[in-house]
């Protein structure tokens, strides 16, 4: 599945987003900062990267359903397990 160019910004900022989150945890466990501080940072990396995930996935269902495609020809269990690698 390719997702077309237009669709993808709002994805690529949540990426970004991830981005910057990580990249501020390894500056404060560079710096030594308090544990219960970088392990908040950290949390916000991983939702923002598993927001970023289902982003994809939805982007992409939303795509293949008002393509055209004859939703049969949708490869379920492929979507399937796309969706599951992020669960």
Do not use: W, Y
């Amino acid at each position: 599945m390719q997702l077309e160019p237009d669709t993808t910004t709002p994805i690529i900022h949540r990426a970004r987003r991830a981005h910057g989150h990580l990249a501020r945890v390894i500056t404060m466990l560079e710096n030594g900062d308090d544990c219960e501080d970088v392990l908040t940072q950290l949390a916000a990396v991983i939702k923002a990267l598993d927001r970023t995930g289902f982003a994809i996935v939805a982007t992409g269902l939303q795509q293949c359903l008002s393509s055209g495609q004859d939703t049969d020809s949708v490869d379920v269990k492929k979507m399937e397990k796309l969706f599951l690698t992020l669960a």
